[in-house]
């Protein structure tokens, strides 16, 4: 029996990053991988391939509705080969995670492709597709083995006309009208895609507003923005019943006012959230105890009710985000090598990558309303950029929040072009508790949309922004 320092079971951005961890602090590690390919739903299903599907749908836009204006004209008409856009999309799924393995490699990684389940503390079972089953041994266990989508009770996913994400990364076709259930960040990345690519999109969303985590002026400037898209949004509706008639789905939903409204598509995306994946792992037998909404609980150092065995990512409580399973992981591993490590998760940053992006670090307006704290607000436009103008990407704006009698910079809100690298800015900034003023004093290369926190810093500290 193979023994290890270390089994990770799950090799997704937590899982992979954390047996990386783990072998350079000098562990034995093993990692346990029930699909073919490593990475998970990151890499094979979720940000790699929908992020690659967004850039190629972005670049057939600019090539139908902004290329003449730049002066570029094509002759004849421009078309949509959705088979080579997906190959595209998959090859780029197979570099990636064909680096995962060089990397395991690299590490001297133990890979098992096989389904990891616990015999008991120590011990974990470990199922190949074959139907071989081979037994390790661990000292310790980090249990990162991710999420699904989720659905609602009564809806029935066929995979092929009312699908979930994974289903909607490989259409053999562009729908007429694809109905969208979930107005968060994967219903509207998924559902840009395809309007982008000529489809009619519709969104349902129970709550009354789109990405409802997210800052209230967020929410607004980014439905503001996409229904200049052409996408179509129906707030504050409750589906109560999706059903497939051949080619058509139909969905069926309450208004605010209590009035049924249906809706009818050829594809109906199921965008309802995600739920952590613990099936198989017999968790049990090792002790391990489970949320009642299916997590693994765990304490301030993401260790489980069985001492040596520790869970991070989408199976514990706490935002689904790579980066921040990303982090867990690497918070055990130097655990487990007697170091003391610390996530503030109050500075993992939230991204959509719509176009515009949206980015958030740090508190909302309606946390600190609720929360008491006076707070004083800087906002600029991006249009007001040189830079914007000149991209044509003039939609959005930076957002502060700082104390409003320390200055210390709270939340930083952002939606525009490029946010999702320049939102780093706030988390760095947060990091070391800088001011509004620390911001606005620092040199912003021009022209940049970057000059747009640094805008926001001065209409926060003094409202004296220059450029408006």
């Not at 940000?47 to 090539?63: F, G, N, Q, R, T």
């Not at 980014?222 to 229904?227: D, E, I, Q």
């Not at 906002?379 to 210390?408: H, W, Y």
Request: with cysteine.
């Amino acid at each position: 029996m193979n023994q290890y320092d270390v089994a990770v079971i799950g090799s997704g951005p937590g899982g992979y990053v954390a047996a990386i961890r783990c072998a350079q602090l000098g562990m034995k590690t093993a990692i346990i991988e029930k699909y073919s390919t490593l990475g998970g739903t990151c890499l094979n299903v979720g940000c790699i391939p929908s992020k690659a599907m967004l850039d190629s749908s972005h670049h057939y836009e600019d090539a139908v509705k902004h290329f003449e204006e730049h002066g570029i004209e094509i002759p004849g008409e421009v078309k949509v080969n959705l088979q080579k856009m997906i190959g595209r999309k998959q090859s780029v799924v197979d570099q990636t995670t064909k680096g995962i393995q060089f990397l395991m490699d690299k590490n001297k990684i133990d890979v098992y492709q096989g389904v990891g389940s616990f015999k008991d503390a120590t011990h974990i079972n470990i199922d190949a597709a074959d139907g071989k089953t081979e037994t390790i041994e661990a000292k310790h266990t980090i249990i990162a083995t991710g999420s699904k989508p989720s659905t609602l009770p009564f809806i029935t996913l066929d995979k092929e006309r009312i699908i979930t994400s994974t289903e909607a990364l490989e259409l053999k076709e562009v729908p007429k009208h694809m109905i969208v259930i979930g107005g968060g960040v994967i219903g509207l990345e998924l559902g840009q895609v395809y309007k982008r690519l000529g489809s009619e999109v519709s969104v349902v969303e129970f709550m009354d507003r789109i990405i409802p985590g997210m800052d209230g002026g967020l929410s607004k400037e980014l439905m503001k923005s996409l229904k200049k898209q052409k996408m179509k949004f129906h707030l504050s509706h409750k589906v109560k019943s999706v059903e497939r008639k051949g080619d058509e789905v139909i969905v069926k939903a309450d208004d605010k006012k209590g009035n049924e409204v249906e809706f009818k598509g050829d594809y109906c995306l199921v965008s309802v959230g995600r739920r952590p994946y613990t099936d198989g792992l017999n968790a049990e037998a090792a002790g391990v105890k489970l949320d009642e909404r299916g997590r693994v609980e765990v304490n301030e150092h993401l260790q489980t009710s069985a001492s040596n065995i520790y869970a991070i990512g989408d199976v514990v409580r706490g935002a689904m985000l790579a980066h921040k399973a990303e982090e867990e992981g690497t918070m055990v591993a130097e655990i487990l090598a007697g170091q003391k490590p610390h996530i503030n998760y109050n500075l993992i940053p939230g991204v959509v990558y719509t176009w515009p992006e949206v980015a958030a670090v740090g508190k909302t307006e309606e946390e600190l309303k609720e929360a008491g704290i006076e707070f004083k607000t800087g906002q600029f436009p991006m249009r007001a950029l040189g830079r914007a103008r000149a991209s044509m990407d003039i939609d959005g704006f930076v957002k502060i929040l700082a104390d409003k009698n320390t200055d210390e910079v709270l939340g930083v809100h952002m939606i525009g072009a490029r946010c999702a690298d320049l939102i780093t800015e706030g988390v760095t900034a947060m990091e070391f508790r800088a001011s509004a003023e620390d911001i606005a004093r620092m040199s912003h290369a021009h022209p940049t949309y970057a000059e747009a926190v640094k805008e926001a810093a001065l209409a926060a500290t003094e409202d004296r922004p220059i450029h408006i």
